[in-house]
């Protein structure tokens, strides 16, 4: 068995280090604000997007389809902003049920498409092994704004500001590193560290998610398997090993 070569990884883990850098700090604001399931309905409603722009016939790779993806996030966020405010007590019922809904639709959409399945299929899985320069330096300027301007907020960032971030976050990698990929990278690194204090969660969260990428990435590339569920599947070790380590080392103090 041989390693990878370098330049097959490298932008892959690129992309994912990027994603990370937005995904783990809303991540721990999802865990705080109780509403688990927000990204995996945004991450639908931009797959929606997709396969709409992808039944139009619109350019897989061009700005249309980003619009269709960003347009269909947006919309379903603000309108979640406002379902929180007016049924706080049934907001994650909401979600729950835009996530089915948004689904269903695009599962309908691609019925008659015989590749539909496999294009669904490469929205849920990703495709972050085939990331590259351009699309990192897309997504890095995004995040760059995206960062700047939940850090000047800070906690005056508000319901429909936090929505809005969320959305156009999830819009940029939901097409690079699948559904699956969005969720875990959100929620795995936010629990791993969610009784922290906030900074060293952060750090602890970007690192744990940093590893497992690299681990992923390096599986995936070893053994031929599809690099998106190979990096979940790390995420979840590193998440369960850090929480066991840490049980057993409060245990061994007392």
Do not use: K, N
Not at 112 to 130: M, N, R
């Amino acid at each position: 068995m041989t390693l990878p070569p370098l330049d097959l990884l490298l932008w892959p883990f690129v992309v994912g280090l990027l994603v990370l850098a937005t995904h783990v700090p809303l991540g721990r604001r999802v865990l705080t604000r109780g509403i688990i399931f927000l990204d995996l309905a945004v991450a639908q409603l931009a797959v929606l997007g997709v396969v709409v722009a992808h039944v139009l016939d619109v350019a897989a790779d061009g700005w249309p389809t980003q619009l269709a993806a960003a347009a269909a996030a947006l919309t379903g966020a603000a309108l979640l902003a406002a379902c929180e405010r007016r049924w706080p007590e049934i907001q994650e019922a909401l979600i729950g049920s835009v996530f089915v809904v948004a689904a269903s639709l695009a599962v309908l959409l691609l019925a008659g498409d015989p590749h539909g399945g496999e294009h669904l299929a490469e929205l849920l899985t990703g495709q972050i092994l085939w990331a590259t320069p351009a699309q990192a330096l897309q997504i890095a300027v995004l995040y760059g704004v995206l960062l700047a301007w939940m850090a000047w907020r800070g906690e005056r960032l508000g319901g429909l500001g936090f929505y809005l971030a969320f959305a156009l976050a999830i819009t940029a990698s939901v097409q690079l590193v699948g559904v699956y990929l969005v969720f875990a990278s959100l929620i795995l690194p936010a629990l791993a560290g969610r009784d922290l204090s906030p900074r060293l969660a952060l750090l602890a969260g970007w690192a744990l998610g940093g590893l497992a990428y690299a681990a992923g990435l390096a599986a995936s590339a070893l053994f031929d398997w599809p690099a998106g569920p190979a990096i979940v599947l790390a995420l979840a070790a590193f998440t369960l090993s850090s929480r066991v380590l840490r049980v057993a080392a409060t245990q061994g103090q007392r």
